[in-house]
DNA sequence: TAGATTGTTAATCGATTAACAATC
DNA sequence: TAGATTGTTAATCGATTAACAATC
């Protein structure tokens, strides 16, 4: 069985608590070497027996008996979430959320760097964020194939998100991150990510009013 | 049995199926006055089959033969995320996605208003965002008291974010929305949504990368 | 050895899908 | 009536949890 078949299959579910470990175990001071099933479950929110259910999808990251080493967990789930190689991105819309996730610092700790900026409005062009110039948004393409970007931020307005979004498609993206309130569509071969603002304040309202004594 | 009975133990799934539905019906043009399972299952992404069964947990919302009315799915769904009646909210944490939050349009239209504004840095105290006062932190307890408040935003960063939603709850707050990268803990009768935008990008990775031909 | 801890299987629980009846 | 559509049940599928063996 290869490096790369025993990646395969890995529940959804499974997949982003990867992701929200790897998050903890990173802003985890450096004195703590290592951590049981117990004490991150815990603090996550979720039961030790899941986590352990987790890691045993990819083998067990442990072994009986002792505490997980978190320089190793930190490596393993690096490598299960690609995140080994530095990866590209370029970003539409300079909006404030746009604003805010180029200047967000957490990305590049896990290996993604924001390589483009664009943007339709001409007082936007020209502008730097982070020493990243904000460019026209009709040179997105060709820098895309210049620079084999594969993934790709969405943050303009509702509506020019569709349009957006197929450039990118047209030009190479493989992977986009969507954080306009429109349902975009790809093809087969590409994923999508929304990430839309509403849904997640819609569900705390519900559980707030619905499900709280 | 009583209206608010049948609000409860909706499947956790499904209520967040419930908010995407709303925002995209919301989104919709005026025009479009009715519209079938299948063809909103296709933009959204998932079966028509998976649709309808959410919608039978609160009963159905339509008629055999008949596609759904946008206005009445907008208003019944409103009423299940308990939308109704205006909510308001306070946030901590003024930098890059603090403003842009604070900016975001999208939230009024679901009746969630925010009120107040608050941070620690006295650059930032006495500038308006939206034409909201942004107040020192100290204030913040008694302006969440005096006005009631039930939800709070936090968009401090990683470090303050602990002591920003305990004094949140201590003031009354029953619900944190929480963009910081920290796992806040809360007492038992508060809620909290982590809105950790890493988890995203990580997931976006992984399927980039493992689950892509 | 005793206690703590993870690995792993099997049981349970919950979510999704298929199928078709009911209705327009 | 025929075709389109939703309501609803039952079957399937996947995710979570419990239990305990294995190991340190």
Known sequence: MSEDAIFRNIPQFTVLRFARY???????????????SSEMAGIIGIKPTQLRQDFFTLGGFGRQGKKYNVRFLIQRLGEVLALQQ?????????GHLGQAIANYQGFERFNLVLKGIFDVNPKMVGLSIRDIPVRDLDEMGSYIQQHKIRIGVICTPHHAAQNVCDQMVE?????????????VTVPE???????NLSVGIMNLSYRLNRELP
Chains 1, 2 share one sequence.
């Open 22 to 36: 790897l998050n903890f175990l990173v802003n985890l001071p450096d004195v703590v070497e290592e951590i049981s």
């Open 86 to 94: 530095p990866q590209d991105m370029v970003l539409a819309g300079v």
């Open 189 to 195: 071969d590409v994923v999508v990510q929304n990430e």
């Open 171 to 183: 030009a190479g993206v493989r992977a986009i991150w969507n954080f306009s309130p429109e349902n």
